[in-house]
């Protein structure tokens, strides 16, 4: 275990690249995605099971972390990873995005955001400073810039200012982070779809200087087109001795053409949000279990997958527990979600390393054109 | 592996058994608890980890299955223990029981009931004959006789009369049953608290011939004192030699009484309906979890149990997922609280087997007197 953070960046393929990134709790395989566990749990899984999936490292949310238990509450009781029973590498985000989306009566000045809880309507500030001192006593791997994400659609004006705010509050993030060994401070890039702006902002936060950059303000509704095209230069815009993140992404699709694009680290709800609504992801696509086409087929959901849902179960079972409502069903379908997500990754890992990205890319298209496999 | 279903008396205490059951899908040591697995899963549960618990056999609930996902259709899946991925005995209920307590626009003759889905309305009949067809569809290990039993309160003549009429039944479902090598079915002794009632029930049965037998009509609100006036001298009227069940029973202290009083099984919703309401047992009594008390306790549920639950996570935790309403709450406390469920059961088969039932039984009831541990 190295005592410091650190990244190899260990072979690339066109602009795809993988490595490992070293922290003092685990290494993490890249290009790599991280399960949410929004509230101390990756929600229907227990974190030896998320773990068995393939996870090296999982996401905190600092703003539902903050209203429930407690930031200083978890502080006291030993930080994040042994409150939650989680011993690997926890990247948290910083709160703003959050605030921004489920918080009530937000306002919004220089020096950061006051707004009330979606809970039980109790007043917080969010800062910079008091951002990374949330993550501070959650005791987070990798700790994000407290950054301002724009609603879209905004004018571009309104999303240079909004990204030279975000700047200003990079460098207090990384003034109030301090020097942590062992712990990574991530900036975060904005400027919405517009190059100048990405590249102004990628600017400014390699003049402050950062243990890995994110790029943000995508997946928020602008279409995976739009997001590609952006992808298509941003991460051009950084260093290549740092790892890149693109934050809230995605689905497999998304995950597969970030890659491409040069990301290391994605993180997102949807496979573990899919399983608790009968729906699962594989190689072949998209499959719901609510419908009644499944009810006879004695089949596993991926007859390709080794995880304990394909291992264990028919589609039958899994249409029976997702339309009587069971808590099984979303055990199930998360973890082979879950399973499916990483296997992914593993496969994109391994197809960098042989100089194979794009036939991989090929032949995951390929078999998502086919489609679910024909009624039993 | 035996070919056949045998019961193996091996020690007793006083009037307290302990034993095993020998069935081709495994041994059931008893006095055994068998956790309920209503719609073909122990809900919050995976199988595996219910087997981690220490059980030996799951409760399937023959009402539930014949309306979903309906007892053909998992024959042709391949029969329960596939389906739910439990290759262990399960006993099947009859179905009589919750026909009674779920169904609408009942109407019972000596045929049998007819009765409405209260998942969709549809129209559906049970008579011992269709009672065993399903049971034999699921491919049920231990068979229940079908029954009727008399909602409570209800005159002696009624219970008289009800208990004559499943004793008519019995004898329809031993003959529908025929001869099924590897599999038991049980007769259910009926009569209410009355004694007479209950010797009459017990010889009809005998006359017929069971593998095991119940004890029914109990735990159906009459108190646990009036249940143990019956476990008094009940249990007496059957034979030495054949596993007696008494069915939907209960907290500890219900089983643990009914143990002394010479019951061999029991089943009960209790650990895991707790498990999802925030409700854990332990040897101290019952833990409350949406209490504020334990909000900062760094320790353990009980400091003495091996589950994973306790092995992982603070009381502070539970507290948390609890209020949050994440599924891990019903996932770890459902865990914890079948594991306390057996180990209380190993306990007791331990000191029946040492001759030292009533030192435990008076340990037991010791710490439960003590409380649950002070605030931290």
New interface residues.
């Given amino acids: 275990m190295t005592e410091r953070f650190s990244f190899d960046l260990q072979a690339t393929d066109g602009t795809a690249r993988s490595g490992v990134i070293h922290t003092p709790r685990g290494d993490i395989r890249t290009p790599a995605f991280m399960p949410v566990g929004t509230?101390?749990?990756v929600?229907?899984?227990?974190?030896?099971s998320v773990r068995a999936t393939g996870a090296d490292i999982l996401l905190g949310n600092t703003y539902h972390l903050m209203l429930?238990?407690g930031a200083e509450?978890v502080a006291?009781?030993?930080g994040l990873h042994r409150?939650?029973?989680w011993d690997r590498p926890i990247l948290t985000d910083s709160g703003g995005f959050q605030v921004m989306s489920l918080a009530d009566l937000r306002k919004l000045t220089e020096d950061g955001v006051t707004f009330r809880s979606h809970v039980d309507g109790s007043k917080h500030v969010l800062t910079p400073e008091r951002s990374m001192e949330i993550q501070r006593l959650l005791g987070s791997d990798i700790v994000m810039c407290f950054d301002e994400c724009p609603a879209l659609p905004a004018t571009e004006e309104a999303v240079a200012a909004s990204m030279r705010l975000s700047m200003r509050w990079a460098q207090r993030s990384r003034d109030a982070f301090g020097d942590r060994p062992g712990h990574a401070l991530f900036g975060i890039m904005q400027g919405g779809v517009t190059r100048d702006l990405r590249e102004e902002s990628a600017q400014a936060l390699m003049d402050i200087g950062f243990d890995g950059y994110a790029v943000g303000g995508l997946a928020v509704g602008e279409g995976q087109e739009a997001m590609f095209s952006v992808l298509d230069y941003a991460p051009g815009f950084l260093p290549t001795d740092r790892p890149r993140y693109l934050m809230g992404v995605g689905k497999p699709d998304d995950i597969v053409g970030a890659v491409k694009r040069g990301i290391d680290m994605m993180d997102c709800v949807l496979p573990s949000r899919s399983g608790?609504t009968g729906q699962a992801w594989t190689h072949r696509g998209q499959v719901n279990f609510r419908n009644a086409r499944h009810?006879?087929d004695?089949r596993p959901l991926d007859e390709d997958c080794t995880c304990?849902t394909c291992q264990?179960?028919?589609r039958?079972?899994l249409?029976?527990?997702v339309?009587?409502g069971?808590?099984?069903a979303?055990?199930?379908l998360t973890w082979h979600n879950l399973h499916y997500y990483q296997e992914l990754m593993a496969g994109m890992r391994a197809a960098i390393a042989a100089g194979q990205f794009a036939a991989f890319e090929a032949a995951f298209h390929l078999r998502r054109a086919e489609g679910d496999i024909a009624p039993a």
Same sequence: chains 1, 2.
Avoid: C, W
């Avoid at 929600?43 to 030896?48: R, S, T």
């Fill in positions: 509230a101390a749990t929600k229907a899984m227990l974190p030896g429930r238990p509450r006291r009781l030993g409150f939650m029973n608790r009810q006879d004695p304990p264990g179960y028919s039958a079972y249409h029976h527990v339309r009587t069971e808590i099984i979303s055990m199930l």
